[in-house]
């Protein structure tokens, strides 16, 4: 018998090895028997495609694990196995009906349950095939047991093969029962016993979970020992294969908690269901109670147990170049590694970069740091630009999946999104995280966030409070580690949005409203403020900061800030002492380093906070507790101008009104603004990009619409960003853009043009074509912004940055056309808003222009607008 032609027809049944959900479409079994027909998969690059320096690296298969994965039990996860990271709670997941069908709209709901178990019957019959590709070696390999030479014994095929056969049965059973009644669907249909059944079987599971380990080991040994086995194992990766019953049981719980928000609860599958979903998440968290210790634990070669704590890819400052690498926390060392570079259909490794054991490692204070090579840093208007890219390219995806467009022409697209999101992950960061080796070398890393640096510190410092020797790995045992890696690893991808399943939250899109109200819990008296983070593109990036609150255990803030979200799924929260030691200096960046108190991070449920009303909540972080509120306003309401109904004042008005009230040429309230911002905020640091208090906005608001004589004084008193922040919302809440709704079009229209002379006779009519009073106001606006745009070097904020900040503001669509352009929620860095940018750029990098000469010129474009 020719086992190779065995393998080699297993290996013909099995369809993927993925562990994302397969999304085929399906041609259910007919009496010919089974009909497969799967859409191409799609397109995603992993870290595991790319070298640490963006480039396409040639796919190889999976590798099978070695040690016992960690089930991850939750149903708001994906639905695939994962390792716990070490902040992650152990709790059980919530009860079935916590959080479940609240308001099911009976007809949706009903179509919805039809959607996913359509869904989870493709993949079903997809398991059910790769059972079959995992049982077809075995009868041949029985038959050959009893005979003098047998392949292996029938202890071995049992060890190996343990339950598989009664696991296939089980499934075959439910989708024969299901599949006919989703084929002839009506309302009226009830199929809650048939998984009420499935869940009552999954003691199988059990035998086969406690059997796992054994089985995988049994197949290596086999492997190695015996070549007829090797070759049928290299055909059909039995490790690989091995690992499917034990994904299966996660993504049926997650079907049933989808099953169960989308049935009406007087339904009668709803206590059938409920009850399924209860005996699946009882049997994934005890059979976690078994497993977990030993989920990313690998064995030294003395026989002692090195376990993965954390894992995550970090921008390395090498050689004057940034790369992207896989660095590796284990209970005594500290590895850093790259993916190696593998030929098509070789398992891929990870290449070792350096190391340094924990009792070595230590972190040099911000004065004894050596001074590093300047660190070149991107230009913020540059990481604009590329967002922008970005975004466009998500556009045009969404795009092509709605017109049904080439699965090419989407692939092409995404690789393209991913070179772009690459660049912006490797090119962001410049927050610096130095570790040195006390027998030498110094590695320093780049980060994005001060809340991740000091996860990185923390985890380490914590270890290093054990007993740890120092010690030096030969290269075999090197080659183990780093072997190990692979297998070990819990973050598998590249954090950026194209490497996200179709059906993952896109995050959202809007303005963040949060008020930092107080903090308790300090042992002592500091100087206390926060900062708030936001996730952003891949990576999370600081967006507020509160006052200093001094001398105090209780600090009472009470200030609102208005955050931009671009595709947002998560808030954190971080307490910091303030330090005013100016010896404390960063030699990388010359920054004095305060200390963090407490960090904390939250989800943000679009469900939560997409509401009017403000929703109150508390971070615990060290025995330390922020109370905040917050609420979410979606780009599109953003973008809506609602007049002021009292015309005394000047917020929401128009400005011809104002400057004829004022009999001025420019507001008032423009004027002493900039006034302001030129006397002591042009040298601000993100002078304008940074958010002023909310409140303090408000308070000026309010002082403005009243014509209070005690303006001076409080705007003399008043944070420089609070009156940076009121100028913006006056032209925002202006009741059209002050280049206005009738202008806007030719204005995209003339920005588009590619003949300097005629972009620069359209561009300078459209000007001419303004009412007086904006004009003026504009031509006022934009001189101020040149001459903040010369202090760059000291406030960081270039023309471009400022034409970001102003653009949208000054020149958006009406109510009635944004309906047209904000379709989809990304669409906030769409070609338009791109377009608006580039128009105030255009007349930002423009020589003076005076309204005299404007009005006085006879323009050869001349055709009324």
Same mark, same amino acid.
């Given at each position: 018998?020719?086992?190779?032609?065995?393998?080699?027809?297993?290996?013909?049944?099995?369809?993927?090895?993925?562990?994302?959900?397969?999304?085929?479409?399906?041609?259910?079994?007919?009496?010919?028997?089974?009909?497969?027909?799967?859409?191409?998969?799609?397109?995603?690059?992993?870290?595991?495609?790319?070298?640490?320096?963006?480039?396409?690296?040639?796919?190889?298969l999976p590798e099978g694990s070695e040690t016992?994965?960690?089930?991850?039990?939750?149903?708001?996860?994906?639905?695939?196995?994962?390792?716990?990271?070490?902040?992650?709670?152990?709790?059980?997941?919530?009860?079935?009906?916590?959080?479940?069908?609240?308001?099911?709209?009976?007809?949706?709901?009903?179509?919805?349950?039809?959607?996913?178990?359509?869904?989870?019957?493709?993949?079903?019959?997809?398991?059910?095939?790769?059972?079959?590709?995992?049982?077809?070696?075995?009868?041949?390999?029985?038959?050959?047991?009893?005979?003098?030479?047998?392949?292996?014994?029938?202890?071995?095929?049992?060890?190996?093969?343990?339950?598989?056969?009664?696991?296939?049965?089980?499934?075959?059973?439910?989708?024969?029962?299901?599949?006919?009644?989703?084929?002839?669907?009506?309302?009226?249909?009830?199929?809650?016993?048939?998984?009420?059944?499935?869940?009552?079987?999954?003691?199988?599971?059990?035998?086969?979970?406690?059997?796992?380990?054994?089985?995988?080991?049994?197949?290596?040994?086999?492997?190695?020992?015996?070549?007829?086995?090797?070759?049928?194992?290299?055909?059909?990766?039995?490790?690989?294969?091995?690992?499917?019953?034990?994904?299966?049981?996660?993504?049926?719980?997650?079907?049933?908690?989808?099953?169960?928000?989308?049935?009406?609860?007087?339904?009668?599958?709803?206590?059938?269901?409920?009850?399924?979903?209860?005996?699946?998440?009882?049997?994934?968290?005890?059979?976690?109670?078994?497993?977990?210790?030993?989920?990313?634990?690998?064995?030294?070669?003395?026989?002692?147990?090195?376990?993965?704590?954390?894992?995550?890819?970090?921008?390395?400052?090498?050689?004057?170049?940034?790369?992207?690498?896989?660095?590796?926390?284990?209970?005594?060392?500290?590895?850093?590694?790259?993916?190696?570079?593998?030929?098509?259909?070789?398992?891929?490794?990870?290449?070792?970069?350096?190391?340094?054991?924990?009792?070595?490692?230590?972190?040099?204070?911000?004065?004894?740091?050596?001074?590093?090579?300047?660190?070149?840093?991107?230009?913020?208007?540059?990481?604009?630009?590329?967002?922008?890219?970005?975004?466009?390219?998500?556009?045009?995806?969404?795009?092509?999946?709605?017109?049904?467009?080439?699965?090419?022409?989407?692939?092409?697209?995404?690789?393209?999104?991913?070179?772009?999101?690459?660049?912006?992950?490797?090119?962001?960061?410049?927050?610096?995280?130095?570790?040195?080796?006390?027998?030498?070398?110094?590695?320093?890393?780049?980060?994005?966030?001060?809340?991740?640096?000091?996860?990185?510190?923390?985890?380490?410092?914590?270890?290093?409070?054990?007993?740890?020797?120092?010690?030096?790995?030969?290269?075999?045992?090197?080659?183990?580690?780093?072997?190990?890696?692979?297998?070990?690893?819990?973050?598998?991808?590249?954090?950026?949005?194209?490497?996200?399943?179709?059906?993952?939250s896109p995050g959202l899109y809007g303005?963040?409203?949060?008020?930092?109200?107080?903090?308790?819990?300090?042992?002592?008296?500091?100087?206390?403020?926060?900062?708030?983070?936001?996730?952003?593109?891949?990576?999370?990036?600081?967006?507020?900061?509160?006052?200093?609150?001094?001398?105090?255990?209780?600090?009472?803030?009470?200030?609102?800030?208005?955050?931009?979200?671009?595709?947002?799924?998560?808030?954190?929260?971080?307490?910091?002492?303030?330090?005013?030691?100016?010896?404390?200096?960063?030699?990388?960046?010359?920054?004095?380093?305060?200390?963090?108190?407490?960090?904390?991070?939250?989800?943000?449920?679009?469900?939560?906070?997409?509401?009017?009303?403000?929703?109150?909540?508390?971070?615990?972080?060290?025995?330390?507790?922020?109370?905040?509120?917050?609420?979410?306003?979606?780009?599109?309401?953003?973008?809506?101008?609602?007049?002021?109904?009292?015309?005394?004042?000047?917020?929401?008005?128009?400005?011809?009104?104002?400057?004829?009230?004022?009999?001025?040429?420019?507001?008032?309230?423009?004027?002493?603004?900039?006034?302001?911002?030129?006397?002591?905020?042009?040298?601000?640091?993100?002078?304008?990009?940074?958010?002023?208090?909310?409140?303090?906005?408000?308070?000026?608001?309010?002082?403005?619409?009243?014509?209070?004589?005690?303006?001076?004084?409080?705007?003399?008193?008043?944070?420089?960003?609070?009156?940076?922040?009121?100028?913006?919302?006056?032209?925002?809440?202006?009741?059209?853009?002050?280049?206005?709704?009738?202008?806007?079009?030719?204005?995209?229209?003339?920005?588009?043009?590619?003949?300097? $002379?005629? !972009? %620069?006779?359209?561009?300078?009519?459209? *000007?001419?074509? @303004?009412?007086?009073?904006?004009?003026? +106001?504009? #031509?006022?606006?934009?001189?101020?912004?040149?001459?903040? $745009?010369? !202090? %760059?070097?000291?406030?960081?904020?270039? *023309?471009?940055? @400022?034409?970001?900040?102003?653009?949208? +503001?000054? #020149?958006?669509?009406?109510?009635?056309?944004?309906?047209?352009?904000?379709?989809?929620?990304?669409?906030?860095?769409?070609?338009?808003?791109?377009?608006?940018?580039?128009?105030?750029?255009?007349?930002?990098?423009?020589?003076?222009?005076?309204?005299?000469?404007?009005?006085?010129?006879?323009?050869?474009?001349?055709?009324?607008?």
């Open positions: 018998m020719n086992y190779v032609n065995v393998g080699e027809r297993a290996a013909g049944r099995q369809v993927g090895s993925s562990s994302r959900v397969e999304r085929v479409s399906m041609s259910l079994r007919g009496p010919g028997g089974w009909e497969r027909g799967c859409e191409p998969s799609n397109f995603n690059y992993g870290a595991e495609d790319y070298d640490a320096e963006g480039n396409e690296e040639p796919k190889a016992m994965p960690y089930i991850d039990e939750s149903p708001t996860m994906s639905p695939q196995l994962s390792a716990r990271g070490q902040e992650s709670g152990d709790g059980v997941s919530p009860t079935p009906t916590d959080g479940l069908n609240t308001g099911v709209d009976a007809g949706k709901g009903l179509e919805m349950r039809k959607l996913v178990l359509s869904g989870f019957l493709a993949s079903e019959e997809i398991y059910i095939n790769q059972l079959e590709a995992l049982l077809l070696p075995m009868k041949p390999l029985k038959a050959t047991a009893t005979t003098s030479q047998p392949v292996l014994t029938l202890q071995q095929i049992e060890t190996i093969f343990y339950k598989i056969q009664d696991i296939y049965e089980i499934h075959k059973e439910f989708y024969d029962n299901l599949c006919p009644k989703v084929q002839q669907w009506d309302s009226n249909i009830t199929m809650g016993h048939l998984f009420q059944k499935l869940a009552s079987q999954l003691g199988v599971y059990k035998a086969f979970v406690d059997n796992y380990k054994i089985a995988l080991e049994t197949a290596e040994k086999c492997s190695h020992s015996n070549n007829q086995f090797q070759k049928i194992s290299e055909v059909t990766p039995t490790g690989t294969l091995l690992y499917k019953p034990i994904d299966r049981v996660t993504r049926s719980t997650l079907v049933l908690h989808d099953l169960l928000k989308h049935t009406p609860s007087d339904h009668p599958d709803y206590p059938l269901l409920q009850d399924a979903l209860r005996i699946s998440q009882n049997f994934l968290s005890s059979i976690n109670e078994d497993i977990d210790p030993r989920r990313t634990a690998v064995t030294t070669p003395k026989g002692e147990t090195r376990q993965l704590i954390k894992d995550g890819f970090l921008v390395e400052l090498s050689e004057g170049s940034r790369k992207l690498r896989h660095v590796f926390l284990f209970t005594d060392v500290l590895l850093c590694a790259k993916l190696k570079k593998t030929a098509v259909g070789k398992h891929q490794q990870y290449d070792c970069k350096w190391y340094v054991p924990l009792a070595d490692l230590v972190f040099p204070s911000p004065e004894e740091s050596e001074h590093c090579p300047q660190v070149h840093v991107i230009p913020d208007h540059e990481l604009e630009d590329m967002k922008m890219k970005i975004s466009a390219i998500k556009s045009e995806v969404q795009k092509e999946k709605a017109n049904k467009g080439q699965s090419r022409a989407i692939e092409r697209l995404k690789k393209k999104m991913f070179e772009n999101e690459f660049w912006l992950l490797l090119n962001s960061p410049a927050i610096p995280f130095r570790i040195h080796n006390r027998n030498g070398k110094s590695y320093l890393f780049l980060l994005s966030s001060d809340y991740e640096r000091s996860e990185w510190r923390e985890a380490i410092q914590k270890l290093q409070k054990k007993d740890l020797q120092a010690f030096v790995l030969s290269s075999v045992e090197l080659q183990v580690l780093t072997g190990s890696c692979f297998k070990l690893r819990t973050v598998h991808n590249i954090p950026v949005t194209s490497n996200k399943d179709d059906d993952e303005f963040l409203h949060v008020i930092v109200h107080s903090a308790k819990g300090f042992k002592q008296s500091a100087n206390l403020y926060c900062t708030l983070e936001v996730d952003s593109f891949g990576y999370f990036v600081s967006k507020a900061k509160t006052r200093v609150f001094r001398d105090t255990t209780e600090p009472q803030w009470n200030e609102e800030f208005e955050i931009e979200l671009e595709g947002s799924q998560s808030l954190r929260i971080l307490c910091y002492e303030k330090c005013y030691d100016k010896t404390k200096l960063n030699k990388d960046n010359n920054e004095i380093v305060d200390k963090i108190m407490g960090k904390g991070q939250i989800q943000l449920d679009p469900q939560a906070v997409q509401t009017k009303n403000w929703h109150m909540d508390v971070i615990e972080m060290n025995g330390i507790k922020v109370e905040f509120s917050m609420k979410f306003t979606s780009r599109d309401m953003s973008l809506k101008r609602t007049p002021s109904k009292k015309q005394t004042g000047v917020f929401g008005v128009k400005i011809s009104v104002v400057t004829k009230r004022e009999r001025s040429k420019v507001p008032y309230i423009v004027r002493q603004c900039i006034e302001e911002v030129e006397k002591r905020g042009i040298e601000e640091v993100g002078i304008y990009r940074i958010s002023g208090v909310a409140t303090d906005i408000q308070a000026l608001k309010a002082v403005f619409d009243a014509n209070n004589k005690d303006i001076l004084v409080m705007l003399s008193d008043m944070d420089i960003n609070a009156i940076a922040g009121t100028l913006k919302l006056y032209f925002r809440e202006l009741p059209e853009p002050l280049l206005t709704d009738r202008l806007y079009p030719a204005f995209m229209e003339g920005i588009a043009l590619s003949d300097p $002379a005629a !972009k %620069e006779n359209c561009m300078m009519h459209l *000007l001419r074509s @303004l009412p007086d009073p904006n004009l003026i +106001t504009f #031509l006022f606006l934009l001189e101020h912004l040149k001459r903040v $745009a010369e !202090k %760059e070097p000291i406030n960081k904020m270039s *023309l471009h940055n @400022l034409a970001t900040v102003f653009g949208p +503001t000054l #020149l958006r669509p009406s109510e009635g056309e944004s309906k047209g352009h904000l379709t989809l929620a990304s669409d906030i860095w769409s070609h338009d808003v791109m377009a608006q940018v580039q128009v105030l750029l255009y007349y930002l990098q423009h020589p003076p222009i005076s309204f005299t000469e404007l009005k006085r010129n006879t323009l050869y474009f001349s055709t009324d607008v």
